[in-house]
Every structure is written in C-alpha cells, then in structure tokens.
C-alpha cells in the first residue's frame, strides 16, 4: 500500500482539532502521513483577543505552541505561508517549500473584510490575530500616555476617544472590556473619566441581533454603566486617520477606530480555482467535500453548507469548527481505510458575549429551546466551555493556564467572582504556620513510635471493637485508649460517616473475637509513620502541598473515628492554609520543584498527556 498523505492548512479551531482526531484515528498505521502547515508556530484563541487588546490577561494568553499541542503526536508541523494550490496535481506550493497531498483539509479561518468602505483598511485597528491584540494594546496605552501630558483640549479628546464598528460579539466584547480598563487607565495616567469617550457603532438597527430584544436590552443597560454610547443606523462612509463619517449620523473625531464590522475568507481561500459562495466560503457537499475536488475537505469558518431544513449556511463560529472537525476526520479515515462516510448534521448550541471581566448575556439550548442567561451563570457558562475546548487541545495544561490568567492572577477584580480567587498574599507569612504544623505533627509521631516498636499489637489509634471481651488485651489496650479519649472533648461526628466509618471498622479491622486484625496493626502503623512524614516534610518545606494535602487528610481520619480533639480543627485550617507553596519559601520545595518540573516535562507520555504546568 502506497503512503497516504493529508496535508491540513491552518492552525485554528478546525485545523488543529482535525489533526488531532485524525493522528488518532491513524495512531497505528505507518502507511498514513499527517501534517499541518501553518505560517505561525502558535495557535491564536480567536475569542479571547479582546481580553489581551484591553489588557485583562497577559499577551501568552491567548496563544498555543503548536509543538505542545502535538507532542508525542503522529503530526509533523511545518511552519512556511502557502501561496497557491494546485488541485488537479495535488500539490500545495508554500514560500519555502511545495507539498504533495492525497487528501486536503482546508482550515484557513477568516479575516475582516471592510466592504469597500474609503480609508476602512488603511485607518483601523483590526482585532483579529495576536498582533493585531498586542498592537492595540499598545496603542490603547500610548494614548493614555501622550493625552496625559497633552495640553490641547481638542487633541487630547481626540486621543481619548475610542470608537468600535460592529455590534456583533467581537465589537460588544471589545467596547465592554475598554469600559472595564478605561478606571485603571485613568488612575494610572492621571486622567478624568469622564474626559474619555467610548462608542460602538453599527449599521443594523440593534446591537447582537441574533440575541432576544431581553438579551440585547440587558447587553445595552451594561455597556451604558461602563461609559459606552451605543450607535445603530449608523452605516461607516469613510474612515480617516482622525475621524469616523458615521452616514448622515454625522463624525466622531478620534484617533482609535477599532474594526469589527465583520469576516470574509482568508484571501488564499479567495483565490482557490473552486466553488465558493459567501464571502470566500467554499462550497461543499453534506460530508463536507469541496463540489470540485473529493479529495478536498473543509472546516470551521471556510464551509459554505446550507444543512437540510435550513435557510442559511452553518455560521462562522467556533462550535462549526468543534463540529465538523471529528466528520472530515472520520470521512478521510472512511476514504482511506473503507466503511460508510457520515453527513454533517450540526447542532448548535447558542452564543455567549462577556461585557467586560464580570458581565456576560448568553443565548442557549437546541432549535426551538433556546433560553436566555445574564451576568454570573451567562459568564460562568462561557468559561466552562472554553474548558472544555482547551481541554480538547492541550489538556490539564491549558485548563490550568487558563483558570489562572482569568480568575488568580486577575486584576482590578475582572471576573466573575471578582477579585476574591485573586488576592494574593506572600508565601513567607506562611512560614511559621508551616513550622509549627510540622513540629506538632512530628511530635505527635516520635511521641507513637516507641509503643509501636515495643508492641506493634498494641492498637491505641483505632476505636476498640464494640464487642470486645474486657479480659483481652485488645481490651485493656482499647480501654486506656477510651480513657485518653475521653480526657479531652472529642469532635461530634455526623451518624451517617458515623455508621460508615463502624462499616468499615467490622469489614477490615475487627475479628470475631473482638479484637483487632493484622490489617489494624499496618494500619496503625502506617498512620504513625506519615505523621513522622508528614512532620518532617512541613519543616524541611519538601513537596510541602503534598505534606499538607496528608495532614488534612489524616485529621479527616482522625476526626471521622471520633477520637478527634478540638484542637484537630487546627490542624484541619492549617493544612488547607499551607497547600498553596508554602514550601517555596525557605523551604527546599524552593530548589527542589523546578529541577523537578524540568524533568518531569520531558517524559514521552506527561507531554502527550499534557500533564504539566508552564
């Protein structure tokens, strides 16, 4: 058998979940190459630009290393620009180099397009790549910086004048987000509030007419308490380098016009010899082949489908990406290995739109069963389902990045929950507490282990067996445990982990004798050795999370046996106090953990499985 080759084009939302489903599908087979060319070594999150362009998460963001994404994977990544394809030779001619392929995924995304408008292309600040988020970031801040030491009152409006075209989700995120950092801004650069000035224009008659009129209206009382003036009816004539023609709705004079007013094609899908429909949208069948070329399939933004029972093509959104990304890779895989292709049937599920860090409106359901969600549950909603994106594409390790950029090392309390995840406190203040834990821990322990050495059968850390005959000496040792018990208040015990707890005692722990097994001994002394353990790792500050993480653990034993002092509720809050690196301060945790970490991240299966923090 001949190789097979499948040659993706574009690292976005379809590019890289195709690969991904097709290295699996092909994990096995030598016969099958797979690679993905891209003119960038990143993938870029779309939907997030506006967080980094208005300075809510840091630049990294929002990108992707692609060699993360498909370590370990069978994908060769080849960084280069295509500039044509001949489809009828099979060949992709690039910058650098050319590609045969036997099977072509057309994944190229979108980019703005400006409608002809005079001065549109040349005069705005687009929002659609890390550049462009980085670049308005900037230019946002340069602003601030020369209107702070401008003493002309007409240039300085000007500078401070900020004005978004499109209501649609991306304009509605970007205006929202500016209202949120316009307040640090102005504390920052020592400017008035209300010297700056926000608007979001739109030629439609409402802003996200796709939502409900609720929706829309709550979307429009939210950017109105952020400062914005909402525009509509009002088509773009002409853009300058220091104004916006608004039609007959007059001209607002600034140097910041942000442009949102909509997508077309990439222009290498523009110049494809193929059918296309709709903006540079190619035209494909229900298994989402090219109508030209079978060998040539198409995700995410470029399908041009008009699914059965609907008016209009799958829309440009990230669920298009998510849905037709396993169907192409199930259908090449069908091509190539036989069986029955499959049909695209997309179900899509709604939108959400944040206004900002701490507000959000979200449309959801099914045709036909859509409901309406706003602030919190609106915001919780989308983050949950950027989880399960990230998931998708690199695991733990971008879930993880991603709960810290949006909720721990949020400023300015930009989220959902505010700044409570956020408030940071040096890991030095913890010293002491870790100290003293690990004393009281390790005295404990010292304290046990002569009776264990002495007697191992001596069981005084396990309740004594309630049938127990009073002349054994399981008795004897039970009683003196009772008494020792009973010298202190021992915690209440809640009866349903009280009757678990007896479960489990009779199942593993106690004879029928009424006395203890072999199993209570190594128990015991098990128990006895980790608080030693767990002693010495807290004052030593050695994988102290894990120390504490036992501690807790250890006391919930503890207290769920009822033999529990008060005091255990120390214990209890000081292990939870101590899990975030409270070793890294003169602790070894502090030289120990990034030797480690390096390690760790160049096993095989850790980089598959995304199992490591950056």
């Known amino acids: 058998m001949d190789n097979k080759k499948i040659v993706i084009i574009g690292a976005g939302y379809g590019g890289i979940l195709t690969a991904k489903k097709l290295a699996k599908k092909f994990k096995k087979d030598e016969n099958v190459e797979i690679t993905l060319i891209d003119k960038k070594p990143y993938q870029t999150m779309l939907t997030e630009l506006h967080e980094v362009a208005a300075g809510r998460t840091p630049e990294d963001s929002i990108r992707i290393d692609l060699k993360k994404i498909f370590a370990k994977r069978k994908v060769n990544v080849i960084l280069d620009e295509v500039t044509k394809i001949n489809f009828d030779g099979k060949v992709i001619n690039a910058k650098n180099d050319s590609y045969k392929y036997d099977y072509l995924v057309v994944a190229t995304g979108s980019q703005p397009t400006f409608f002809g408008i005079p001065g549109a292309e040349e005069y705005t600040h687009k929002l659609w790549s890390y550049e462009d988020a980085v670049n308005l970031k900037e230019h946002i801040l340069n602003m601030f910086r020369e209107a702070a030491k401008e003493p002309n009152r007409e240039k300085r409006q000007k500078m401070l004048t900020f ?114 429909q709709g903006r540079k949208r190619i035209v494909t069948n229900d298994k989402l082949q090219s109508l030209d070329y079978e060998n040539v399939y198409v995700v995410g933004d470029n399908i041009f489908y008009i699914p059965e029972g609907e008016e209009r093509p799958v829309p440009q959104m990230v669920e298009n990406a998510e849905n037709s990304a396993p169907l192409v890779a199930h259908n090449i895989f069908v091509d190539i290995k036989g069986g029955e292709k499959k049909s695209y049937k997309p179900a899509f599920h709604g939108a959400m739109v944040c206004i900002g860090g701490r507000y959000g409106v979200a449309h ?201 002092p008060t005091e255990m509720l120390w214990y209890l809050a000081a292990g939870i106090s101590l899990i975030g690196g409270s070793g890294s301060t003169f602790g070894l945790d502090y030289y120990v953990l990034p030797v480690l970490k390096r390690w760790w991240k160049k096993i095989g299966f850790v980089q598959k499985s995304y199992l490591y923090t950056d």
């Open 163 to 276: 004005v978004v075209v499109g209501g649609g989700f991306t304009g509605v995120e970007m205006i929202g987000e500016l209202g949120e950092w316009k307040n640090r801004l102005c504390k920052d650069f020592y400017i008035d509030k209300e010297d700056v000035k926000l608007y979001v224009v739109d030629a439609m008659p409402k802003i996200l007419p796709i939502f409900p009129d609720n929706l829309i209206r709550k979307t429009e009382k939210r950017l109105e308490k952020l400062g914005v003036e909402i525009i509509t009816g009002a088509g773009i004539t002409q853009v300058s380098k220091s104004s916006v023609v608004l039609g007959d709705k007059g001209t607002i004079n600034t140097n910041t016009v942000i442009w949102a007013a909509g997508v077309e094609g990439s222009d290498l899908v523009g110049d494809m010899d193929i059918k296309q």
């Open 364 to 564: 959801l359901g099914m045709p036909g069963k859509f409901f309406g969600l706003s602030g919190f549950f609106a915001l919780f909603v989308k983050h949950f389902i950027n989880l399960v994106y990230f998931f998708q594409v690199a695991g733990f390790n971008k879930c993880w990045t991603y709960l810290l950029h949006e909720f721990f090392h949020i400023k300015d309390n930009r989220s959902l929950v505010g700044g409570h995840f956020a408030k940071a406190s040096p890991n030095f203040w913890k010293v002491p507490l870790r100290l003293f834990v690990g004393y009281k821990w390790l005295e404990e322990g010292l304290n046990k282990l002569p009776k264990i050495l002495s007697n191992p059968s001596d069981i005084f850390l396990i309740p004594a067996p309630p049938s127990a005959d009073a002349n054994s000496a399981a008795s004897a040792a039970a009683g003196a445990a009772s008494q020792a018990v009973e010298a202190v208040q021992a915690l209440p015990v809640p009866e349903f982990i009280k009757n678990i707890v007896d479960w489990s005692m009779n199942a593993f722990f106690y004879n029928g004798d009424g006395g203890f097994t072999t199993l209570a001994q190594v128990f015991q002394t098990c128990m006895v050795i980790a608080e030693i353990l767990v002693g010495l790792m807290l004052l030593a500050g050695l994988f102290s999370a894990l120390g504490s993480i036992m501690s807790i653990a250890m006391g919930m034993m503890i207290w769920s046996s009822g033999m529990a």
